[in-house]
């Protein structure tokens, strides 16, 4: 069983256009992120929701809307698509429950190519 | 704002040689965790500290939280090609959330 999944995996698209990624994790956990890696690998966070709340919005363009229907989910919406846009976007789930267990668990990744 | 400093960036190394990250932060950290990337694969969670002081073991990776809970390394004893990736500290910072270290990319040469 996949404990967090992202579709697509790959998306290669033109400039300006909209595109989304969704995320779903089983894990029962009520925290969910959205990062960017870029070549560089550095790890970015963008946003995080908590029980469907948004909790961290990091400096991003409007032009990225994340949306959670439920704490099982969080989808990325991007309008506009820029060639800077272009990284791999991981999705993450934690359990905030307790403060001495920070672990994030990742999806596979999405690998965004904006030509 | 408050950051978790990691380094080397990158790494190079000979298959048996010994690798150590670092990751040093400004202010107290509640906890940290390290992450091991694959080439091409998403971050795995390798290990959480938490007490002053603590240090952990698996199998070759040993893992140390400084006594001021300000800084932590992650060594590898003699790597293996299996060792190759991107390594990543993570440290919570007692009023906010959990910041990223840049990470340490490490090659290991057969």
């Known amino acids: 069983d996949t404990a967090v ?5 790959y998306l290669v698209t033109q400039m300006g256009n909209d595109k989304s990624i969704k995320c779903e994790q089983n894990l029962g956990h009520d925290t969910m992120y959205w990062y960017k ?17 948004l909790i961290i919005n990091e400096t991003v363009p409007n032009r990225f809307s994340p949306k959670s229907p439920d704490k099982a989910h969080l989808n990325l919406h991007i309008n506009s698509l820029e060639l800077g846009d272009s990284a791999v976007y991981f999705c993450a789930s934690r359990y905030s429950g307790t403060r001495f267990t920070d ?3 990742f999806g596979p990744g999405t690998r965004l190519t904006v030509l | 704002g408050q950051q978790v400093m990691q380094i ?11 690798f150590t990250t670092y990751c040093n932060s400004s202010t107290t950290l509640s906890n940290i965790q390290w992450y091991k990337q694959r080439p091409g694969g998403h971050p795995v969670f390798l290990i959480q500290l938490v007490k002053s002081g603590e240090v952990k073991k698996q199998k070759r990776l040993t893992f140390q939280f400084g006594e001021a809970k300000k800084n932590s390394s992650l060594h590898i004893t003699a790597t293996q090609t ?18 990223f270290g840049d990470g340490t990319t490490l090659t290991v040469k057969p």
């Open chain 1, 5 to 9: 999944s992202q579709t697509p995996k």
């Open chain 1, 37 to 53: 890696q870029d070549s560089k690998k550095f790890l970015k966070i963008m946003f995080s929701y908590n029980n469907k709340e």
């Open chain 1, 103 to 105: 672990t994030q668990y």
């Open chain 2, 8 to 18: 080397p960036q990158y790494q190079h190394v000979q298959e048996g040689e010994d």
């Open chain 2, 82 to 99: 299996t060792d190759v990736g991107t390594y990543f500290c993570a440290g919570r910072f007692r009023a906010g959330k959990s910041t």
